[in-house]
């Protein structure tokens, strides 16, 4: 079952961004997963708009995809200087449909 790593992001000090753009995508790679978006046009259609300026969309294969991505000593450096330079808030959600009305979604 696939899973998705929505993350949310407001820059605070872009100098970690180069490096982190430039590398991360071969880590998450090697653990299955797949950009599906990365970018900074973000749009907010309803609601209060979130302080965002970033939000990026990945697919992994599976949870524990995600967790061993997310504790990859090659990736440890990136995480703590997009800490150090962003307010940013990571959320792991399935592919179900927890109406279970979507014929191609498995019910959540």
Do not use: C
């Not at 061993?68 to 792991?92: H, I, V, W």
């Amino acid at each position: 079952m696939s899973v998705f790593v929505i993350a949310d992001i407001k820059v605070t000090d872009a100098k970690w961004i180069p490096d982190y753009a430039a590398s991360v995508h071969e880590i998450v790679h090697r653990h299955g997963g797949k950009y599906l978006t990365r970018s900074g046009n973000v749009t907010t259609l309803e609601g209060k708009p979130l302080d965002t300026n970033l939000i990026a969309l990945i697919e992994f294969p599976s949870a524990a995809a995600v967790k061993a991505f997310a504790t990859d000593p090659a990736y440890a450096p990136f995480a703590a200087a997009r800490q150090r330079g962003s307010e940013s808030r990571l959320q792991l959600i399935d592919d179900t449909d927890l109406a279970g009305t979507i014929s191609y979604l498995p019910k959540g």
